[in-house]
């Protein structure tokens, strides 16, 4: 019973700033063409590498839409490194997982984590930019199965859907809410599990110092899992003992890349280019995490008490509305009736 409890005091946390998020993630599916991203992240210098890095953040992909878009994008024009950065910047956040992160963590751990992502994409870009062109791969192979789960999409077509405003809305109480509502919901699970069955400060023991980091990016690296979920498993993880600086890791390093993304950058930018990824990401993720445990213990923060604050914001009554509205959304033959999506 506890469990449940648990499970349902997060996820009443969560439903509004999710609700929100996909709305303006919906906003800017509907007003942001991919006809403007091109020319945006056109070049080969610095200055695009930030662009495609800054462009990428608040749009609504998660790994598995990244992919196709970020590879027509670099067929288009793009460079190598505008073409990385906006792969690492895209997925690792957006609207949705930084209202979740800002709730859930604090507002210091949200800010962290888009300067982490930030920095991460546009040193990546930087690297793998010098790394020599790979021949090209067939449109039928780069293109090729970004993961198994039913409920990824052709995120580069739903793109080019016409109908303004309503495709955005569309896209992002179907599409989108179906490729993160199963993670969420494991996301969620977990997270209560964790608040639930270990007792705070067990994992402590294991927390802290460079190899305990470098663990957590070894982990993440290789999962599929999009930055909306990967939230509460960190809010848990957190709650059970581990440093804010191995939370920040995970939630870098887990929704930024993955199997499906290793494979495909491999195919299309070459070997060269995946090795120094893979090194890139695992060293500036765990840089940036034990810069943040540095500065959390020598400033005193403390990112669990600043999210409880955030989490009294909202009246109970609205948190249990939002709640119910997205178990509505969710439900595809009830989105049907409700909607016409």
Known sequence: MTLITELLQIALT???????GLVIAG?????????????WMGGRGLGSIVRAAVIGMPLPLCSCGAIPTA????????????????????????????????????????????????VTAIVTGLLVGFTRDAAKASPAVASAGCCSSSGCHDHHANANEPGGLKAGLRYAFSDLLDDISAWMF?????AGVLVTLVPPDTL??????????????????????CAAAATPVAAGLLLAGISPG??????????????A??????????????????????????????????????AGWNP??????VQELLPHWLEWLALVALALVAIRPLRRRLLGF
Do not use: C
Request: hydrophobic share 60%.
């Open 204 to 225: 402590a023991q294991f927390s802290g110092g460079v190899l305990a980091l470098m663990l957590m990016a070894v982990v993440g690296i290789p999962l599929y899992i």
């Open 186 to 190: 494991a996301g969620l699970l977990l």
């Open 14 to 20: 969560a439903a509004p700033w999710l609700l929100l």
């Open 304 to 309: 669990v008490e600043q999210a409880s604050q």
């Open 71 to 118: 590879i027509a994008l670099h067929r288009g024009g793009a460079g190598r490194g505008p073409t990385t950065s906006f792969l690492i910047s895209t997925p690792g956040v957006g609207v949705d997982s930084i209202l979740l992160t800002s709730v859930l963590l604090g507002p210091l751990m949200a800010v962290v984590r888009v300067a982490g992502a930030l």
């Open 261 to 298: 993304t290793l494979a495909i950058l491999r195919r299309e930018l070459g070997n060269p280019a995946l090795a120094v990824y893979l090194a890139s990401v695992l060293v500036v993720t765990v840089l940036v995490g034990w810069l943040f445990d540095a500065a959390v213990a020598l």
């Open 246 to 259: 191995m939370a920040l890791v995970f939630l870098l390093a887990g929704p930024i890349t993955s199997l």
């Open 27 to 39: 906003l800017i599916k509907a007003w942001l063409p991919e006809r403007l991203l091109q020319r």
